[in-house]
């Protein structure tokens, strides 16, 4: 198997600590030598003490889930013959009470648009069964206790 890692660093500078009142702003490094600024969800934690320019966890648990599904729904696409010119998902994430009653993301939401080229085209049940493929291939997914929803 193979590990992932990621890089956070947050200082504190010259803020108080003890009051609450410091920054949330972070950065976050992957290894591929990219770094982004995080943040806590301005949801959560209000500016100025969380960044709205930032990622925050939620967004960054929604794209990975979203991410996921996409390349296993184009592997499995370009294997079932089909050409997909573009997909474009506005994926979107719950926050609510899990089954435990603890808070978590209780429900993500895909919706994949796709622009299909080529002469094999594929059917309503076509691209409903690479969805379901794509669902159960991606380890996000799996590790998610949640529902995930696709619609498209």
């Known amino acids: 198997m193979a590990g992932y890692s990621a890089t956070i660093s947050w200082k504190r500078g010259e803020q ?3 009051d609450g009142k410091y920054s949330r702003a972070h950065e976050i490094a992957f290894d591929a030598g990219i770094t982004i600024l995080g943040s806590s969800s301005p949801h959560v934690v209000r500016p100025p003490l969380s960044r709205e320019d930032a ?5 960054m648990f929604v794209a990975a889930l979203s991410m996921c599904h996409m390349l296993f729904f184009l592997d499995f696409a370009r294997k079932a013959g089909f050409i997909v010119d573009s997909y474009v998902d506005a994926a979107e994430g719950v926050v609510g009470k899990d089954d435990r009653g603890k808070i978590a993301i209780t429900r993500v939401t895909l919706k994949p648009r796709i622009e299909w080229s080529g002469e094999k085209r594929p059917s309503a049940a076509d691209i409903s069964e690479l969805n379901h493929k794509s669902h159960e291939a991606c380890f996000i997914a799996n590790s998610f206790r949640g529902e995930v929803v696709i619609d498209g």
């Open 16 to 18: 108080p600590f003890s």
């Open 55 to 59: 990622v925050d966890p939620e967004e």
